[in-house]
C-alpha cells in the first residue's frame, strides 16, 4: 500500500517498519508492512512470519473448507464467501487511503479489525500531529488463496503496486516529500467479525 513500512506497518497493516518513498508514505504500504511488525504466527489460522497460513495449499476456493465459524451464515458458498471477502478487502483499501488523505481514521472500525485497526489508527493520529498528509495512488489485484479451518478467517493475495506516495505540510499545502513507488506481494487476512468481513492483518512478502 502506499509503500512505507510501519510495524510492519499494513497495515498495511506491526507494520512498524516504515520505509516511504523517500520516507515512503507507510500509508501506501502499511497493509504490506504492518503484518511484519507483529511478526510470530498467531493462533487459530493466523499469520506465520514467512507468510504461511493455515490450510494454505490451494489457489482457489473449490477444495478449501466452506464456512462454519461462529455467526457465519452458513448458507453462503464458499465462492460467495470469496466474492464478499474480496469487495471487503477493496473497501477497506479504499477507507486506508481515505483516512490518510484526511487524517482522520474515524471511518476504519468500518472495514478493519485489530490488530491492525490500531496500529493505523495510531499511525494516522501520529502523522496528523507532525502536521503532515500522505497522498497515494495504488494498483491492486487481489485474489483468495487460503481460509482457516473454520471458513471463519480467509487470506488474500495481492501485488500491490504504488504508483506514487507524497508528503505533504497539512498547514501550507506545500509538497514536502516522496516519489515514485514500488509493488509488493501482500498476504491479508480477513475475518468475519461484527456482522462483517474485515481486514485485521497483513503481512509484506517479496517484490512483485
Known sequence: MHS???PSPPAGTGH???RRVGRAALAAVLPLTLAAACGGSHKDGG???NGRFDNAGSNSSPG????SGPGLPSTLTPQQVDKAVLQAYRRF???YQQVYQNNDPTPLPQVAADPLLTKVTNDVEATKAKGEIW???NISNPRVYARSKDGAKVFVIDCMRTLAAYRFSAATGERTGGGEGTAFVQRT???YVDGAWKVYDS???NQC
Not at 64 to 67: E, G, K, Q, R
Request: glycine share 4%; aromatic share 8%.
Open 4 to 6: 512505507r513500512s510501519v
Open 16 to 18: 512498524a517498519v516504515r
Open 47 to 49: 499469520f506465520d512470519p
Open 64 to 67: 478449501l473448507p466452506s464456512p
Open 93 to 95: 483499501q479504499q477507507t
Open 135 to 137: 497522498r497515494f495512488v
Open 189 to 191: 487476512g480477513v475475518k
Open 203 to 205: 503481512v509484506r512478502d
